[in-house]
């Protein structure tokens, strides 16, 4: 199987080991199993518990206390509709896998995370990119998603709330694409992987699984729930597509750790306090950053309405790799360059890290852009 390179996940193993300050990272802070033990208050009985616990594979479809945990998270869905996986990206490629074939006709809505391109790229489908345009506010325009769907639409792919502009389709947005994939009999994959972290209320969006019968949503424990070095994720979805699932998924992962899922649904059913965390790091964080988006000439965006990035648009003679190398090299600070994302001009910041480092980075990004701006100004005199 051929298949593109990953852009983002190249560019972060190659350098986010390598910077001062991290601003390309992803997740909500992480916390230690330390803090989830003390929040989950179980600091005398979680030894006891590990001490007995078989290191057999487990339950192959994931144990029925992290399912039901799970399902716990959705409006209408229960034990039998939930698989757990090696992460986001493990449920992800387990769907692709398993729903596209050679010649099948994908759309995907972008910029998204790659996998929901180049895997089926890779199959053999023929995919369509519905690109999503900044004077939308990055979300999908919903006559050229009709125009583009064909009676033998196999999929329409998309993630929600978006990486990496942030954006946020609602309710009702939601369900206009269900109607429109009806249409077609086509599924809706979404990947929900940032769900929780909504700037308003309780973080929580529409998940498409609870409105469209053919309506797949595949999230985990790395961004909201801070938690990635578990790595688990879940498909949510009809029980007779995650049978299917299953027969690709025994020639993977076969079942995900036993203690990893422990942790995980430890975690689920104490959502509530680190969630509390999650809403108070990326609300006071991106008040923050759009602080110092208003205050840079030379930076524009599209506020994100939730996850823990954002998209901005910088007005310099600079390709996005060139901008974050030298914004590396000169500065240390790492952030995502737009090329990655197939967004060349843009460039990806991860605003869920420490406040105090997001504040370090961002001092440290306008000396840069300063510096830019004096060298642009004297080229233009020079001419």
């Known amino acids: 199987m051929d298949i593109k390179t990953f852009g983002v996940e190249m560019w972060m193993n190659e350098l986010e080991n390598h910077c001062r300050y991290n601003l390309a990272e992803t997740c909500v802070e992480s916390i230690t199993l330390g803090d989830?033990?003390?929040?989950?208050?179980?600091?005398?009985?979680?030894?006891?518990?590990?001490?007995?616990?078989?290191?057999?594979?487990?339950?192959?479809e994931g144990s029925d206390r992290l399912r039901d945990a799970v399902a716990g998270l959705y409006e209408a869905q229960a034990r039998d509709n939930v698989l757990t996986t090696h992460g986001t990206i493990g449920a992800n490629s387990l769907v692709h896998q398993t729903l596209v074939g050679r010649g099948d006709h994908i759309i995907a809505i972008v910029p998204t995370y790659q996998q929901h391109y180049s895997i089926p790229e890779s199959i053999g489908a023929e995919v369509e990119l519905l690109h999503l345009r900044e004077e939308n506010g990055f979300l999908p325009d919903l006559?050229?998603?009709?125009?583009?769907?064909?009676?033998?639409?196999?999929?329409?792919?998309?993630?929600?709330?978006?990486?990496?502009?942030?954006?946020?389709?609602?309710?009702?947005?939601?369900?206009?694409?269900?109607?429109?994939?009806?249409?077609?009999?086509?599924?809706?994959?979404?990947?929900?992987?940032?769900?929780?972290?909504?700037?308003?209320?309780?973080?929580?969006?529409?998940?498409?699984?609870?409105?469209?019968?053919?309506?797949?949503?595949?999230?985990?424990?790395?961004?909201?729930?801070?938690?990635a070095g578990l790595r688990v994720g879940w498909v949510v979805g009809p029980r007779d597509l995650l049978e299917r699932i299953m027969i690709h998924r025994d020639y993977n992962t076969i079942s995900v750790g036993r203690i990893d899922e422990?942790?995980?649904?430890?975690?689920?059913?104490?959502?509530?306090?680190?969630?509390?965390?999650?809403h108070r790091?990326?609300?006071?964080?991106?008040?923050?950053?759009?602080?110092?988006?208003?205050?840079?000439?030379?930076?524009?965006?599209?506020?994100?309405?939730?996850?823990?990035?954002?998209?901005?648009?910088?007005?310099?003679?600079?390709p996005s790799r060139d901008f974050c190398t030298r914004l590396l090299e000169e500065e240390g600070v790492l952030f995502t360059p737009g090329s990655a994302m197939d967004m060349e001009g843009w460039l990806r910041i991860g605003?869920?890290?420490?406040?105090?480092?997001?504040?370090?980075?961002?001092e440290r990004v306008s000396a840069f852009l300063a510096r830019q701006g004096v060298s642009l100004a004297e080229t233009v005199d020079q001419l």
């Open 36 to 60: 989830l033990i003390d929040i989950a208050g179980v600091d005398n009985s979680v030894l006891g518990e590990l001490r007995e616990m078989r290191m057999g594979y487990g339950a192959i």
């Open 143 to 227: 006559n050229e998603l009709r125009a583009m769907m064909r009676p033998d639409t196999r999929m329409i792919a998309t993630n929600n709330p978006n990486n990496p502009t942030g954006a946020l389709m609602n309710r009702e947005m939601l369900s206009e694409i269900a109607e429109i994939a009806r249409g077609s009999d086509a599924w809706v994959l979404c990947d929900e992987v940032y769900r929780g972290t909504d700037q308003a209320g309780d973080g929580y969006t529409a998940s498409i699984c609870d409105l469209y019968d053919k309506g797949i949503s595949t999230a985990g424990m790395s961004k909201a729930y801070s938690l």
């Open 262 to 278: 422990y942790f995980s649904a430890l975690a689920l059913e104490n959502r509530g306090q680190i969630l509390e965390r999650a």
């Open 281 to 318: 790091i990326t609300r006071e964080n991106l008040a923050i950053l759009s602080d110092w988006v208003e205050a840079e000439p030379l930076i524009s965006w599209v506020r994100p309405k939730s996850g823990t990035t954002a998209l901005v648009k910088y007005d310099l003679p600079l």
């Open 351 to 362: 605003y869920a890290n420490p406040t105090a480092d997001l504040c370090a980075g961002l």
